[in-house]
């Protein structure tokens, strides 16, 4: 009876983990998808930016070089948070082999706070293209 007890309890131990495992590999890659999308407005917003700092310092250097270079800092935000996408994307591991359930899970929870990390940093860059 005891031993009965025992396996019943590790099934449902482990059951409770991969459920666990299951909801935060999804809301990992749930967070990567909704900013995935988003990652060509980047180099649009970029490249505006550049185009229209370059021009606006081709009319007039000194009366427009305080907001071209405001531009120019807005646009490089852009592109840290375009590689900061990559980065996140190229360390992250889809293969848990090896690890202990514990491990797992303590590894998705870090890399839940590393994306929406990125998520935050795309989302901000964009915002602060909006206003140029």
């Known amino acids: 009876m005891f031993v009965l007890v025992l396996v019943t ?16 590999k999804d809301e990992v890659i749930g967070i990567h998808d909704e900013v995935m999308p988003l990652m060509g407005k980047l180099k649009e ?6 185009t229209s700092s370059g021009k606006m310092l081709l009319d007039d250097s000194v009366a427009n070089g305080a907001i071209a270079e405001e531009m120019n800092e807005v646009a490089k935000g852009l592109e840290d948070a375009y590689e900061g996408m990559f980065v996140w994307m190229r360390q992250y591991k889809v293969d848990f082999e090896g690890m202990t359930n514990e491990q797992v899970i303590e ?5 839940k706070e590393k994306v929406t990390k990125v998520n935050d940093d795309i989302t901000t860059a964009l915002e602060e293209a909006k206003s140029y």
Do not use: P, T
Request: charged share 25%; aromatic share 4%; proline share 0%.
């Open 9 to 24: 309890g590790l099934l449902v131990s482990c059951d409770n983990h991969q459920k666990e495992v299951k909801q935060l």
């Open 45 to 50: 917003e970029q490249s505006r930016l550049m």
């Open 107 to 111: 590894y998705l929870q870090e890399q």
